[in-house]
Structures are given as C-alpha cells and as structure tokens.
Nanobody, 123 residues
Framework: QVQLVESGGGLVQAGGSLRLSCVDS????????MGWFRQAPGKEREFVAA???????FYSDSVKGRFTISRDNANNTVYLRMNSLKPEDTAVYYC?????????????????WGQGTQVTVSS
C-alpha cells in the first residue's frame, strides 16, 4: 500500500526558509515522478513543483527562483526547499506521487497524496 508522509511544515517569518520532506513507501520510488501542491484557505489546490523519475524539474511561476525540489532515491524521499518565503506562501502543502516516469503538473495526473503539512508565513 502506497503511503506518503510529509513533514517539515511550521511557522516562519517572511524572508525565512523551510524544508519539507515526503517519504514514499510501498512502491518503486526511484522511477516515479513526484510533485508538491499547496492549498491556501478558501482557494483551490495548486501546483508548486514536480520532479520526474529522471530528475527533470518544473516549477510554478510563483515559486520559481525561491523553491527547490529534489529527490533522494536511496531514502525514497522528495524534498521541497523553500527560501525567501512570503505571506502568500501560507498554505497546506501536499506531496503527490504518480505511477509514471514523466512529471505532471495537474492534480488528476497524481494517484497518491499525502495528508498535508501546514506552512504559515507571518509578515
């Protein structure tokens, strides 16, 4: 059974940094694409970043240059390093996984989801 467990969220001041982690268990992690999405209060869930099985990467325009996605295949973990955080980055952040090598940018492309971790950026 696939399980995604996120960690690393919290409260940070604007301009600060956080690193989110997501451990993927129950599948062949190495060859599968992973993504991060977020959902702010009263808003729809939106794409943040994704990494393919071959480590191709794509970011949303809102986080490009500030966030970095990476993966550690030895530990079945995907990370999201978030720098220069802004109050508008406040959201629940979700890790997602798909049973394909190529990355996806939309919610329906991902079969598996974590429970989410809260990130709050104070001004």
């Amino acid at each position: 059974q696939v399980q995604l467990v996120e960690s690393g969220g919290g409260l940070v001041q604007a301009g600060g940094s956080l690193r989110l982690s997501c451990v993927d268990s129950g599948r062949t992690f190495r060859s599968n694409a992973m993504g991060w999405f977020r959902q702010a209060p009263g808003k729809e869930r939106e794409f943040v970043a994704a990494i393919s099985g071959g480590s191709a990467i794509f970011y949303s325009d809102s986080v490009k240059g500030r966030f970095t996605i990476s993966r550690d295949n030895a530990n079945n973990t995907v990370y999201l390093r978030m720098n220069s955080l802004k109050p508008e980055d406040t959201a629940v952040y979700y890790c997602a996984a798909r049973d394909k090598f190529v990355l996806g940018r939309t919610i329906p492309e991902y079969e598996y989801w974590g429970q989410g971790t809260q990130v709050t950026v104070s001004s």
